[in-house]
């Protein structure tokens, strides 16, 4: 199993942005503790972060052969139809991902352009975003379908 994790515009910065908001760990800290448990769950991740959202595109375009994404598309949440839209194309089921509670901060950030093509979002819970995204989508990914 092959998932694809995609990182927006300021993620990098993660550990010295706004610690208060999104908390102390670096994104070289969250994909470590992603790895750790996707070895535990058999799977092969993916890693990628771009403030550009043509790159992110592109990145989803060329990893259409995973199973699954997890994407936290930062702020191109909000504003990004091109990201939903290459979302949509590469037809795998993701998650949407935020380290705070969007729906808890500015008004501009309760709108996601993702929401309606993801299976579904988690949001608000720090660095345990990305681990309940990852075992939620590995839940997806190997559950069989009742006969």
Known sequence: MRIFVVNGPNLNLL???????YGLESLADIELLMTNRAEELGIDLKFFQ???????????HGHRDCDGVIINA?????????????????????IEVHLSN?????????????????????????????????DLLHARLTEVAPS
């Open 15 to 21: 550990g010295h942005r706004e610690p208060e908001i």
């Open 74 to 94: 930062g702020a191109y949440t909000h504003t990004s139809l091109a990201i939903a839209d290459a979302l949509v194309s590469v037809a795998l089921p993701a």
């Open 50 to 60: 771009s403030n550009s959202e043509g790159a992110l595109i592109d990145a989803i």
């Open 102 to 134: 969007v729906h808890a901060r500015e008004v501009a950030r309760h709108h996601s352009f993702l929401a309606p093509v993801v299976w579904g979002q988690v949001a608000g819970f720090g660095f345990r975003s990305y681990l309940a995204a990852l």
